[in-house]
Structures are given as C-alpha cells and as structure tokens.
C-alpha cells in the first residue's frame, strides 16, 4: 500500500477511534441507552405536536374529561364508599391490588394516577406523522418516568406500607434498609443476589446425570446418561441460546426440561456456550455456527453414528439453528429428522419490546461501547430486560424488599436469571445489524459460505412454541415461521413469559396451551385466525412435544454408549462442565 493511502487509512481509523471512545465513555453514564436515540424521538414527537393543533385540542378535552371523571367518582364515593371506580388497572397491573387502595385517601390517589397514565399514553401516541418507532420510544421514557411517581412507590402514600410499618412498630424499614445495603454491597462486588449460592450448578439446579463428550473453545457438549432401558433411536440435541447459560433448561430436577426428555425413552445432548471475554471480541455468528451448531452435530453423529437428530433451539440459540438448517438446504433430512424452535425468531420485522433499544443510533452507540471492551456485559444486558418490565423487576422489589422489609424467595429461575452470560462484540453487532436492522434472514439475504441461507429449503417438519407474555420474541412474531417453509409445521401457544412459558413442567399448575398443524403445503392461516380457532388444553406442553418426537422416531432400541473414544469423543468430564462455571 502506498505510504499516502496508508496515512489516510490510519488517520481515518485513528478518527473513528476518539468518536467511539467519546460515546464508550457515555454510555458509563447512561446506562448503555443512546442519548442521541432518545433526542431523535423526542424531537420527532415534539415537533409533530407542535404541528398538530387538532391533537392538542383533542389532549385537552380528553384531559378535562378525565378530570371529570375524576370529579364524578369522587362525589359517588363520598356517597357511597363502595361506587364503582372511574378507571380499573390494566392487565398485569398489580400495584393496586391490597384492599387498603379502596379506601380514602389513597383510593382517590391511585384513580388519579390511572386516569394520569390513561391520558399520558394519549399523549404520546397517534401524533401525527411520528415514526412508529420513535412513538414506541417516547411512549415507554414517559411510562418509565410516571412510574417513578406512583403513589404505591411512596411509604407515605402506600396503605400496604402504612400497615406494615404500624404493626412492626417501623422495623419494616429498618430490615428494608437492611436489604438495600446488602443488594448495594453484592451489586459493587459483582455479586449475585442473596439466596442465589443455595442454586449452585452440579449441586442443586443442572443435575441430571451426565458427561462432556466434547469440547472447543466456543462449546462443551453434554451427553446425557439414559434413565430408561431402551430409548428412540433419533437423538435430540438441545442449542440454548448464548446469551444465557443452558441450565435455564436443566435447572432443579421437577422442572428441567432435559431431565423429563430423558426420562421419555430420548437420548439427549445439550450444548453449553463459553462465557466470552475481551480475548473472543472478534468471534462472528458463523463461529457461532460452525464451532457450535455444526460442531456440535459432527460430533453427535460421530458417536452416534447412522442416526438423525432432533434439533431443538431456544430463544437465539433457535435462530441460529433456522439459519444453519437453512444453509444445508435439501441435505438437512439427511442430518436432522426434526427442527424444533422454542421461543425463537426468524423475522424480525415485530420484535418485541426490545426494538425500543434497537436503531441505527442505539446500535452504533451499542457498537462503541462493545469495541472498547470487548463484548457486551451482562449487567447492561440485565439494565434493558429489566427496564422492559419495570413494575415487576424493579418497582414491585423496592415495595417488597425495601419498604415492606421482606425478601422476596429465591427461585432456582430467579438465580439462573441472575447467572447471565456476555456477548463478543463482532458476533452481537453482527447480529443486531444483520438480523434486527436489516432482517437478512427473512429476506433470504443471510449468507453462509456465499450462499443465501434461504428459509424456503427447510423440508423437515417443524415444532414451534411461543408464549402468550413474552417481552423478547412475541408469539405472533414466532408464528411468522410459516411464512418461510411450505414443510409441515406443529405450532403450540403456552401460558407463561419468554422463560416461565418455556419451563412449564407437568404438573404445574394454572398451565394451558393450544397446538395446532399446518400439513405440508397447507395454506397460511393469519396468527389471529389461528387463536380463534384452537381452544386452551389445560397442563404443559412438554408431553405433546414427546409425542410429536415419538411419532417422528423409530422403534425404541437399547440405548448408546457414553461417547465413543474409538470416534475421537471420548468423556471429558461429568456434567455440568465447566463452560458454566465462568464468570
């Protein structure tokens, strides 16, 4: 390279370097939330109010109605404690819910702060000429900003509290004040919430019997030890996602997914992702694939050899897996007998509430932050997720924890939640950018070894599961899986969150799901039209899964070595590794 085109490369690079220091740096004060990305669509709503005066009219006179409405019930109440309220909480609202809010004055304080909220989401949405990004944007900074105000947030103003503290005596505050010292101590010295050490890997949550049978830096590879005299002979092997350790599906023994597959007559093997560090930053997604997906089936079918599997993936672990079926095309029967998808995406068009935190100013701000360390953290990754729910992982905590002086009980899902994972740079903005912006592999535009991983090449049959309430891969974006293959697709909606819905044993009560199949070539049917037509089962799903496997396996035969030496894969170790011990 001439020694002109090299200075203007370098000094080029040496520019780009002081920007994304200068935006690295703050997002240390921002919490990893673009500055620049709020001011956009503060502006966009802002200025287009402003042009609006028919909205603002309108925002007026709904403002006095409320106002009213307020006026009127205040009046019945006084008459008649027992008068219907102006405004009942929205679904999943539970901040209002002690008897002690139907009594004055706190009852008049939590029907103004509904009626509030109420008039607040009118005002920032339906502006006209907003992008509808920008309008989702500002809508959840305002909802964020109100709740801090909530008269359930404040001791003076919460009837729960008030009791509280008048039947202790005011050591409920004391034990409150107690508990945020110790949460602020472990948050400092990165440790995990209290209670977390009683779920420790290998001891009390990711039990189930088993040997690493193979190893590389991304990947351990777990066999799983047969609790059933004969098993089918198609193997399933589980891809969880990388953002979070694989024992979300293996955690106490009455609720681990793997254990209850095994004990079915299945032989299963999971993978467990390496914790990256800023030595992995220029990991990429088709390491992902290779050294994970691909490796991992290499060497199932090498100490299981003759046999197809049963591909099961959860949550990003599931999109990787679309993406590596897709890029075996038609030779993917000859690997695999089945794609199942938990949870997972591969359109990204309705993303869910995370597409708040996803754009071109959010992702390069993201990006900066990544490159000067090395990979995303897992406490920002937390901040978002719990942002998302606020009411319940933030405000509900500081009421019980803080103000009420109890401690909620740790739940071996609670602690794994808390044993969260990093993500190296290149891989994360790769993905954010090839699948949440520009949504390559819906578009059949995602390239694997130069060649398009087209979706329309899956000609396997297709289990997918979504959950009614998930924040990260809304149901109906998971349906969207239909319009991509003409295979035959089994679609269940389960009760439940991204991960409660997914962890959904039998026997758990207050469970419901619906399943229903598309056949081969069946025509698409729209994701409304499809809840009208399947009626809830009560229960879990896990058992209709079993049998959709066991209809696609052969007759049970006697069940595999652990590993296979001779193969190249011979026990590295029991489970759970060691992949899920770094931190």
């Known amino acids: 390279m001439p020694a002109a085109d090299q200075d203007a490369t370098l000094g080029l690079a040496a520019f780009q370097a002081m920007d994304r220091m200068r935006e690295a740096l703050g997002g240390q004060l921002t919490g990893g939330v673009s500055p620049g990305s709020l001011a956009l669509a503060g502006f966009d709503w802002g200025f287009h109010l402003a042009q609006a005066p028919g909205k603002r009219a309108e925002l007026l006179w709904k403002g006095a109605r409320k106002t009213g409405r307020l006026m009127t019930w205040l009046m019945s109440s006084a008459i008649d404690p027992k008068a219907p309220p102006a405004i009942q909480p929205l679904p999943g609202d539970n901040r209002f819910r002690h008897e002690g809010w139907g009594r004055m004055p706190f009852s008049a304080l939590a029907q103004g702060f509904l009626l509030g909220q109420q008039w607040l989401h009118n005002a920032t949405h339906e502006v006209p000429g907003v992008m509808k990004h920008h309008e989702d944007v500002v809508s959840f900074a305002a909802k964020q900003w109100l709740d801090m105000f909530s008269p359930s947030n404040n001791p003076l103003t919460n009837p729960e509290v008030l009791a509280r503290t008048w039947e202790t005596g005011g050591t409920n505050l004391w034990r409150g004040w107690q508990n945020w010292l110790e949460d602020a101590v472990r948050l400092l010295n990165r440790q995990p919430p209290a209670g977390a050490e009683a779920f420790r890997p290998g001891e009390t949550v990711a039990v189930t019997p088993g040997k690493v049978v193979f190893r590389n830096h991304l990947i351990e590879l777990i066999q799983y030890a047969p609790s059933t005299g004969q098993v089918r002979p198609e193997l399933v092997l589980i891809v969880p996602a990388w953002i979070m350790k694989y024992y979300i599906l293996d955690l106490s023994p009455e609720n681990s997914l793997i254990r209850w597959l095994v004990g079915q007559g299945f032989t299963v093997f999971a993978i467990s992702w390496r914790n990256p560090d800023a030595t992995d930053r220029d990991l990429t997604m088709e390491d992902y694939r290779r050294q994970g997906v691909t490796a991992a089936l290499d060497a199932v079918q090498a100490i299981v050899p003759g046999t197809r599997v049963h591909a099961a993936g959860y949550c990003l672990g599931g999109t990787l897996l679309a993406i590596a079926a897709a890029a075996m095309g038609a030779r993917a029967g000859d690997r695999l007998a089945s794609l199942t998808l938990l949870a997972a995406q591969v359109d990204f068009t309705e993303p869910g509430e995370l597409a708040l935190f996803i754009d071109a100013s959010q992702m390069h701000f993201l990006d900066s932050m990544m490159w000067n360390r090395g990979y995303l953290s897992d406490d920002q990754m937390a901040g978002a997720f719990q942002l998302l729910r606020s009411n ?125 199949t598309r056949p081969q070539d069946g025509a698409l049917v729209s994701a409304a039209d499809w809840l009208a037509a399947h009626e809830p089962d009560a229960g879990s799903w896990w058992p209709a899964w079993a049998g959709w496997l066991a209809a696609r396996s052969g007759d049970p035969a006697a069940p595999p070595a652990m590993g296979a030496p001779k193969a190249g894969y011979p026990p590295l170790g029991d489970a759970p590794g060691t992949h899920v011990f770094q931190r």
């Open 392 to 516: 319940d992982l933030v405000w509900s905590r500081l009421v019980h924890d803080y103000l009420m002086g109890q401690r909620s009980p740790m739940t071996d899902l609670m602690a794994w939640n808390a044993d969260s994972t990093r993500m190296p740079w290149r891989m994360h903005s790769e993905y954010l950018q090839r699948l949440y912006l520009d949504n390559e592999l819906a578009a059949g535009r995602f390239m694997v070894e130069g060649r398009p991983a087209a979706l329309q090449n899956i000609r396997i049959p297709i289990f997918a599961v979504g959950t009614e309430r998930d924040h990260v891969a809304p149901w109906k974006s998971v349906y969207k899986i239909h319009q991509f293959t003409d295979t035959e697709i089994t679609f269940a909606l389960t009760s439940g969150g991204h991960n409660a819905g997914i962890v959904s044993e039998p026997g758990h009560p207050r469970r419901h799901y619906r399943i229903g």
